[in-house]
Nanobody, 119 residues
């Protein structure tokens, strides 16, 4: 059974930092691309950052230079280090991966963790 569990959200002031964690189980973690998404009410879920199995990373323009995604394959963990947080970073942050094969691909989501940045 695939399970993604996020932690580390909270309430911070603008300019502060937070580190989100995601514990994965039920997948061949080292082989999977891992993603962080975020969502605010009334808007579509937005891809924030991705990290491939060989540690290549990609970021949304809005977070480049401020957020860093990393992974620890030995612990089946993926992290999102967020610095210089802004009020517009306020959202529920979700850990994500895709499982399956070329015929059937399934998005897997955690329960989300709330990040609130006050001005």
């Amino acid at each position: 059974q695939v399970r993604l569990v996020e932690s580390g959200g909270g309430l911070v002031q603008a300019g502060e930092s937070l580190r989100l964690s995601c514990a994965a189980s039920g997948i061949i973690f080292s082989a999977n691309i891992m993603n962080w998404y975020r969502q605010v009410p009334g808007k579509q879920r937005e891809l924030v950052a991705s990290i491939t199995s060989d540690y290549n990373t990609n970021y949304a323009d809005s977070v480049k230079g401020r957020f860093t995604i990393s992974r620890d394959n030995a612990k089946n963990m993926v992290y999102l280090q967020m610095t210089s947080l802004k009020p517009e970073d306020t959202a529920v942050y979700y850990c994500n991966t895709v499982t399956g094969n070329s015929s059937v691909r399934v998005n897997r989501w955690g329960q989300g963790t709330q990040v609130t940045v006050s001005s």
